[in-house]
Nanobody, 124 residues
Framework: QEHLVESGGGLVQAGGPLRLTCAASGPTFSLYSIGWFLRAPGKGGEFVAAINWIGDSVHYTDSVKGRFTISRDNAKDTVYLQMNSLKPEDTAVYYC?????????????????WGQGTQVTVSS
C-alpha cells in the first residue's frame, strides 16, 4: 500500500510560482502512474496532470498547459508539480494519487491511493 504526502502549497500572488511535492512511502511507487488533482470550493475533484512510471510520458489538462510541469524522481519516490504563472482560479487543494498502471492515467476513478492534499491560494 502506498502512503502519499503532499507539500509545497501556500499563498502566492498571481503570476508567481509554487512547486508541489508528492512524497511516497511504499514498495511500488516507482512502478506506477502518478497524477495531480485539485478540488476547488464547490467543485469536485479535477484532473490536473499525470506522469507515467518512468517519467517519459505526461498529460495535462488544457487550463495548465504551458504553465505547469509534472516530473518525477523515482530514486527519491517523489513527484513534483512545478506551477508557474499562477492565476486566482488555480486556488484549490491539490492532491497526488497513484494509479496502478505503468502508462499515463487521466481518469480519477483509476487512482487508488491518495494523499491528504495541500492548499494552494493565489491572490489577485
Amino acid at each position: 500500500q502506498e502512503h502519499l504526502v503532499e507539500s509545497g502549497g501556500g499563498l502566492v500572488q498571481a503570476g508567481g510560482p509554487l512547486r508541489l511535492t508528492c512524497a511516497a512511502s511504499g514498495p511500488t511507487f516507482s512502478l506506477y502512474s502518478i497524477g495531480w488533482f485539485l478540488r476547488a470550493p464547490g467543485k469536485g475533484g479535477e484532473f490536473v496532470a499525470a506522469i507515467n512510471w518512468i517519467g517519459d510520458s505526461v498529460h495535462y489538462t488544457d487550463s495548465v498547459k504551458g504553465r505547469f510541469t509534472i516530473s518525477r524522481d523515482n530514486a527519491k519516490d517523489t513527484v513534483y508539480l512545478q506551477m508557474n504563472s499562477l492565476k486566482p482560479e488555480d486556488t484549490a487543494v491539490y492532491y497526488c494519487a497513484v494509479a496502478q498502471f505503468r502508462f499515463v492515467v487521466t481518469s480519477r476513478n483509476q487512482y487508488e491511493y491518495w494523499g491528504q492534499g495541500t492548499q494552494v491560494t493565489v491572490s489577485s
